[in-house]
């Protein structure tokens, strides 16, 4: 499938922290956005996802790329997953990856290694690029309470233009089930990408 037929390229990262269905949600709306996701989980984050949702991700890249664009109707190559090694992957050069990128769960290990320009696996060189391409960086982080390390990571990262969106959903749209808190952030997220979204409205207004 032609690259122009996507809207345009945006890379997800999902680590080991606890919130596979946010990360999952995400992905289902970026894909109904017509956005090509090139997708990168951890180890830790396959753990997750079975022990969560129940889903079962093969480590192979095209392997776990089949099952999820069959899972979310996505198109022919939408959904790119790549290892943690590929280091000849679009996502791992300044002049091919996309410039938007979502770390969603993003544990307090990862954010500790992307705030100190760590590369030691695809998500935090991934990360690292972005940063220094000037790109837009979103980091979700998933902990509880913070330490005063993983703050002041966050401000490290905050000072350098990255958007820190802690998991933490609100409760003044009266949700009633666990998926109106999960759409809270999801929807945030896609309002800080710029992406039109219409699972949570706005402050002051309500969806038809």
Request: aromatic fraction near 8%.
């Amino acid at each position: 499938m032609s690259q122009q037929e996507f809207q345009e390229k945006i890379t997800l990262a999902v680590t080991g922290a606890s919130g596979s269905l946010y990360a999952l949600r995400l992905l289902e709306c970026l894909v109904a956005a017509n956005y090509q996701v090139y997708f990168l989980f951890s180890s830790a984050a396959r753990v997750v996802f079975d022990t969560e949702v129940g889903l079962k991700l093969p480590a192979s890249p095209d392997a776990a790329s089949a099952i999820l664009i069959e899972k979310y109707n996505a198109k022919p190559e939408q959904i790119k997953v790549f290892g943690k090694e590929q280091w000849f992957s679009p996502v791992a050069s300044g002049s091919a990856a996309p410039k938007k990128m979502v770390v969603c769960p993003c544990s307090t290990g990862t954010l500790a290694a992307i705030s100190q320009g760590m590369s030691d696996n695809l998500i935090e060189r991934a990360a690292d690029v972005v940063i220094k391409e000037r790109g837009q960086l979103l980091i979700l982080p998933r902990e509880t309470p913070f330490s005063t390390i993983h703050l002041q990571n966050m401000l490290t990262l905050s000072q350098m233009g990255v958007t820190i969106m802690p998991l933490a959903p609100g409760f003044y749209h009266q949700p009633t089930e666990i998926n109106d808190l999960i759409d809270f952030m999801v929807g945030r997220v896609l309002d800080h990408l710029g992406i039109e979204q219409t699972i949570m409205p706005k402050w002051g207004y309500q969806l038809s």
